[in-house]
């Protein structure tokens, strides 16, 4: 089946930011607080399908009191980077399979699935326009945010008629300035993130909305981050936050990475996926793993989990260096980043700013 393609009308600011603004913004852009002088709108209705494609300034949204999202929540989103390349271009990395789990999530949630095509062209059209907010070669980049929403206006619960997709984008500087540092992490045994039939594997915003109890009750227990365990046992080990985790058993070249297994109730990853390939392109075994809190702790106590961290866009690769619950403390190796989790994340960023061969068609050139 063929799709017919979406046309967008380019509407581009008369005023975008001045060059000398810019550059000071992007001499410390910090994580989403800043945003391009440009987003991309598409339009869905009943009957008439995607339509009204844009890009546009960027500006605010004006939304009636009884838009159906502020209601009953239907509401998903990606996140994916452009990156500055060695030879000066400009790069998405792996835009296709953010839009694959972007059509995944639309239909958990009873939601319009925006041709893989229009979504990649969006990010496309968008970098392409804002270019010069692509920071330098580097862990600098520019944060694309796809997002959609119901927009129809009427109380009842239903899937809407009509919705919103939109692309912002973000100047993100290094996560890590002066170097990637582990966190502590909390395993929270009381809240669950996702259970078995629901949504866990969609990047819904009402996940992370139920994520900012426990995420709160890390902190206060001087935790930097939460670890999600399974529903049912409240044992198995599922994901950190809004990252995937991974685990390193043994060391040295005979070492495996593991990471737990996808089960339906947590994100399946697209950093998390590219370090799987990565590892076995480096000649490390890999696997995916139902890894227990005890066999966490226990693994750390008698060495044969020697590295954990964790995996995302945003921050790549977040060494963990301390785990806590209710009932125990204890340290990941030395508590500092480990040789195999140093590696993975130079070989990930090498690749995502084209200083090493791409294997596997993963950057997207724009331009």
């Known amino acids: 089946m063929t799709t017919a393609r979406i046309g967008f009308d380019l509407k581009p600011s008369a005023?975008?930011?001045?060059?000398?603004?810019?550059?000071?913004?992007?001499?410390?852009?910090?994580?989403?607080?800043?945003?391009?002088?440009?987003?991309?709108?598409?339009?869905?209705?009943?009957?008439?399908?995607?339509?009204?494609?844009?890009?546009?300034?960027?500006?605010?949204?004006?939304?009636?009191?009884?838009?159906?999202?502020?209601?009953?929540?239907?509401?998903?989103?990606?996140g994916l980077k452009a990156y500055r390349q060695t030879d000066g271009s400009v790069a998405l990395f792996r835009p296709d399979a953010?839009?694959?789990?972007?059509?995944?999530?639309?239909?958990?949630?009873?939601?319009?699935?925006?041709?893989?095509e229009a979504f990649i062209e969006a990010c496309e059209l968008l970098v392409r326009?804002?270019?010069?907010?692509?920071?330098?070669?580097?862990?600098?980049?520019?944060?694309?945010?796809?997002?959609?929403?119901a927009s129809e206006v009427g109380l009842g619960v239903k899937p809407a008629n009509e919705y919103l997709f939109m692309v912002i984008a973000s100047p993100a500087g290094a996560y890590f300035p002066g170097g990637i540092k582990p966190v502590s992490v909390w395993l929270s045994e009381e809240y669950t993130r996702a259970a078995p039939?629901?949504?866990?594997?969609?990047?819904?915003?009402?996940?992370?909305?139920?994520?900012?109890?426990?995420?709160?009750?890390?902190?206060?227990?001087?935790?930097?981050?939460?670890?999600?365990?399974?529903?049912?046992?409240?044992?198995?080990?599922?994901?950190?936050?809004?990252?995937?985790?991974?685990?390193?058993?043994?060391?040295?070249?005979?070492?495996?990475?593991?990471?737990?297994?996808?089960?339906?109730?947590?994100?399946p990853g697209i950093t998390r996926h590219s370090l799987l390939t990565i590892a076995e392109d480096l000649g490390y075994a890999t696997g995916e793993v139902q890894l227990s809190t005890e066999d966490w702790q226990r693994?750390?106590?008698?060495?044969?989990?020697?590295?954990?961290?964790a995996c995302g866009t945003a921050a790549v690769i977040t060494p963990v260096g301390t785990v806590k619950s209710a009932r125990a403390q204890w340290t990941v190796g030395d508590g500092e980043p480990g040789e195999l989790t140093r590696k993975l994340r130079e070989t990930l960023l090498a690749l995502q700013s084209g200083s090493i061969e791409d294997r596997h068609g993963w950057l997207h050139r724009v331009g």
């Open 197 to 267: 039939g629901g949504t866990g594997e969609a990047k819904c915003a009402g996940n992370y909305a139920a994520s900012l109890v426990a995420q709160a009750e890390a902190a206060q227990q001087g935790c930097d981050q939460v670890v999600w365990l399974d529903a049912v046992e409240h044992r198995y080990v599922e994901e950190m936050g809004g990252m995937n985790l991974y685990f390193v058993q043994g060391s040295g070249a005979d070492a495996r990475i593991v990471t737990p297994r996808l089960t339906g109730t947590l994100l």
């Open 299 to 309: 693994g750390n106590a008698d060495g044969s989990i020697s590295e954990v961290f």
């Open 15 to 78: 005023q975008p930011l001045p060059d000398a603004e810019r550059e000071a913004i992007l001499a410390n852009p910090g994580f989403g607080r800043h945003f391009t002088d440009h987003m991309v709108t598409i339009k869905w209705s009943e009957g008439k399908g995607w339509h009204d494609a844009q890009l546009e300034p960027y500006a605010p949204l004006r939304m009636d009191p009884a838009n159906m999202t502020l209601h009953y929540g239907q509401s998903i989103f990606e």
């Open 98 to 116: 953010n839009a694959q789990r972007f059509q995944r999530s639309a239909r958990r949630l009873a939601m319009p699935e925006l041709p893989v």
């Open 129 to 149: 326009q804002d270019r010069s907010w692509v920071p330098g070669v580097g862990e600098e980049s520019l944060y694309l945010r796809p997002f959609m929403f």
